[in-house]
């Protein structure tokens, strides 16, 4: 007996005298691996008493197209557990071929639906038989499907007519059925439904591919709901055949100057799908532009970017959009110049510099709202050499404190981008500070007479009223009491507080007293109102405090920005510049660091790289978790024999989010590359050790990385921690595969003995195995 026939059989035996349990999982896993030969044992299993067995092996045998008849139809007409009626219906339909009559006759007094006073002995919720009638129709259209032949139409035809407000999902389901075999008879229904009817039928004609389905969706083109639309631009990419494609074409392209957005997206993405975009010419979406609403000029105007045959006149009309008051359009224009090429540029250079400085123009528009702002600093990076004209404006937009994040983080991506003299100077001296300075600094010798002759201001009357001013209380407080900034935790905003109100005039009453006042004014009737107030105003103890704390959100500093900026540049003196800045950064820094040189290894061998390793080490010895963690990130792309000795320092962090992005980092390596055999032994015996860390995603790493490396050597071990861990229980079966049969029979010696959470587990191994044979 082979080991997956030994495996078989022991699933075999769990269904005959398993517990509840043991049969569920048994099924489940036959279902999987599609095994033919336990059809009697399934059988058996339909009159057990738990519902849940009989689901699960009605749907093995609905898996296998067999099952014994008589036992299915007792289950689908008298179970009381839906579920269970459900799956021996999907059975019964596998054997249509071996007993037509009977299944038809199952399946239509299900389809038929019920009386009112019925409720067709179902111990579930209200709509258990709504269910078996939705699922006995769909039965039915698949064998008429299947089989291509119209055999139930007259049945669906009649529930249409027989249901005066059927459910929106059954009269989907009628209207699918229908669609290939009577589409005359949905085209009657489309002249008298409403809307939401006609977006059914739409929804059923664009799931056929016939001639009437397509046709009907061609003049659905020119409907006036937006929603139709969308649902016959689909359907005609997806089915549409090259024979009709002339028919509809011209529709689908003049969808794209539609007044919805999302109609222009469907087209946009209908004419790519059927490899059309390139057949509209320049001179066509001209033509379009020239007559389309604003709605759909920013589609039309980004189509053009695709051509480079457009004439002056042609640049000259789009150069007026650069001005436009819309600006959606305005964007889309400057995206187009910004997309030239070469050529372009140098034929059209007055145009293509007319659309940097309208970018520029809109970057600095305060008006315009924050992510398009965001949008054009982006849309500036595609601008070739526009560093001298961009970077005075971008300095002075990250030199504003009150430039918002999102907009600083542009413009330092557009900076990095295309740098100039200049940008690279500042940019260093962002990153490096005093280091980035090359030169001595003069220093001019001051005389000591000229020193104390300037330290001598004159006083303003202002000095002089706050000098006596503190002259009167200073003996109230410490002399280095007082505030320079707004109070940044709630102990120094009672603090402040406290020396306001002993610094308070005696003219200057607080507004809670002042409110005191204005109840002492109200009338009697008023008085039950007033006294809720007043008792609020005692508990609160100090509502003036409240009111004069100041919320900060926090701001993310422009050298951390420029970090990432800087990431995303790509460019090898990038690199080198992102390396110089780890001397001396801090924890932070540092992570931005190691993200910004993970996102240019993703791209780029730069050799400069490399000088980076050295600073990973370090971090993955000392540094805080989330340093290690990025570090491990960058590490997984330098050469491997430099990397694996401090990944496996990292595999022993104490942290867990460190050990995994170390093994995570250890395990992309050994898919691009191959472990030299020198190491092979040592880093074994290190992620062997792993199999029993308390961390599930540890455990699930090692499993992939030691079935890489040497699976037969820990191949019962991993078994061992398959069948113990959900998470590597999921993805063994595929790590096991070479060693399939050493695998079922290691299962097979063990399923019986396990008694506690393995036994399950054990047995969903199994079955994936076995689902590699079948």
């Known amino acids: ?218 003049a659905c083109l020119h409907c006036d709901d937006v929603e139709i639309k969308k649902i016959a631009i689909k359907a005609l990419s997806t089915y549409g055949s090259e024979q009709a494609l002339s028919l509809y074409l011209n529709d689908i392209i003049q969808c794209l100057s539609d007044c919805d957005a999302g109609v222009q997206e469907a087209a946009k993405s209908a004419l790519h799908q059927l490899n059309q975009l390139d057949v509209l010419t320049s001179t066509e979406l001209i033509r379009f532009i020239e007559s389309a609403p604003n709605s759909s000029l920013p589609n039309l105007i980004l189509l053009l970017s695709r051509h480079d045959d457009l004439t002056k006149a042609d640049m000259l009309l789009l150069q007026e959009y650069l001005t436009h008051a819309d600006s959606n359009i305005k964007i889309a224009a400057i995206s187009f110049f910004s997309q030239l090429s070469k050529k372009q540029i140098f034929s059209y250079s007055e145009h293509y510099l007319a659309a940097l400085n309208s970018c520029l123009t809109a970057i600095q528009d305060h008006q315009l709202p924050l992510y398009q702002r965001a949008q054009l600093l982006r849309q500036l990076s595609q601008f070739k050499q526009h560093a001298h004209l961009s970077f005075p404006v971008l300095k002075a937009l990250l030199e504003n404190e009150e430039t918002d994040v999102a907009l600083r983080q542009s413009a330092l991506e557009a900076i990095t981008s295309e740098t100039n003299e200049d940008s690279l100077k500042w940019l260093k001296q962002l990153l490096l500070g005093l280091a980035s300075q090359e030169d001595t600094i003069a220093i001019t010798q001051v005389d000591a007479v000229d020193v104390e002759n300037n330290s001598k201001p004159e006083k303003t009357a202002g000095r002089i009223k706050l000098e006596a001013l503190l002259a009167e209380h200073g003996d109230k407080f410490p002399e280095d009491q007082g505030f320079d900034t707004a109070p940044v935790s709630t102990l120094a905003a009672i603090q402040q507080s406290n020396i306001e109100a002993t610094l308070l005039s005696a003219d200057d009453k607080p507004d809670d007293q002042t409110l005191l006042e204005m109840f002492d004014d109200l009338d009697d009737e008023f008085t039950a109102y007033s006294n809720i107030v007043r008792d609020h105003l005692d508990t609160s103890e100090n509502l003036a405090l409240n009111r004069k704390k100041i919320a900060r959100l926090p701001q993310t500093d422009s050298k951390l920005l420029a970090i990432r900026a800087l990431g995303h540049s790509n460019t090898e003196s990038a690199a080198g510049l992102l390396i110089e800045a780890m001397l001396g950064a801090t924890p932070k820094e540092q992570h931005e660091l190691f993200q910004a040189l993970t996102n240019i290894a993703k791209h780029h061998d730069y050799k400069v790289l490399r000088n980076g390793i050295g600073a990973a080490g370090y971090t993955l010895h000392y540094g805080d978790p989330l340093c290690k963690q990025s570090a491990a990130q960058f590490l997984s792309h330098m050469p491997l024999n430099k990397a694996l000795p401090i990944l496996l320092v990292g595999a022993d962090d104490e942290n867990e989010h460190v050990r995994v992005c170390c093994l995570t980092a250890l395990k992309e390596q050994l898919e691009r590359k191959r472990l030299l055999q020198r190491h092979q032994q040592q880093t074994c015996d290190i992620i062997a050790k792993k199999i029993h860390d308390p961390a599930g995603g540890v455990r699930k790493l090692a499993l992939q990385i030691l079935a890489k490396i040497d699976l037969s050597k820990y191949l019962p071990a991993l078994i061992e921690l398959a069948v113990s861990d959900q998470e590597s229980n999921v993805i063994a079966a595929p790590l096991f595969f070479t060693k399939q049969q050493e695998s079922l029979a290691i299962l097979t010696d063990n399923i019986a003995e396990y008694n506690d959470h393995r036994q399950p587990l054990a047995i969903q191994l199994a079955g994936r195995l076995l689902a590699f044979t079948a």
């Not at 209200?126 to 089989?147: G, P, Y």
């Not at 139930?152 to 229908?178: H, T, V």
Request: net charge negative.
């Open 1 to 218: 007996m082979t080991q997956t026939n030994a495996a078989i059989h022991e699933l075999s035996k769990l269904l005959e005298t398993g517990d509840e349990a043991q049969r569920c999982y048994s099924a489940r896993a036959i279902t999987e691996a599609k095994i033919t030969t336990v059809t009697p044992a399934l059988n058996a299993c339909l009159y057990h008493q738990d519902p849940d067995v009989v689901a699960d092996a009605a749907t093995a045998l609905a898996t296998v197209c067999a099952g014994d008849l008589d036992s299915l139809a007792d289950v689908a007409i008298n179970h009381p557990d839906s579920d269970a009626r459900l799956a021996a219906l999907s059975a019964l339909t596998k054997q249509y071929d071996n007993e037509k009559p009977r299944v038809v006759e199952i399946l239509t007094k299900f389809a038929l639906g019920r009386d009112a006073d019925d409720d067709w002995g179902l111990s579930g919720g209200w709509d258990d038989w709504w269910d078996l009638q939705l699922t006995a129709v769909q039965l039915l259209s698949s064998i008429q499907t299947e089989k291509q032949v119209d055999l139930f139409s007259e049945l669906f035809i009649e529930l249409l007519e027989q249901e005066q407000d059927p459910e929106p999902e059954l009269e989907l389901a009628l209207y699918r059925a229908l669609v290939d075999f009577k589409p005359t008879i949905l085209l009657q229904h489309w002249a008298t439904a409403r809307k939401m009817k006609q977006r059914r039928l739409a929804r059923a004609f664009a799931t056929s591919a016939s001639s009437t389905a397509i046709n009907h969706m061609a």
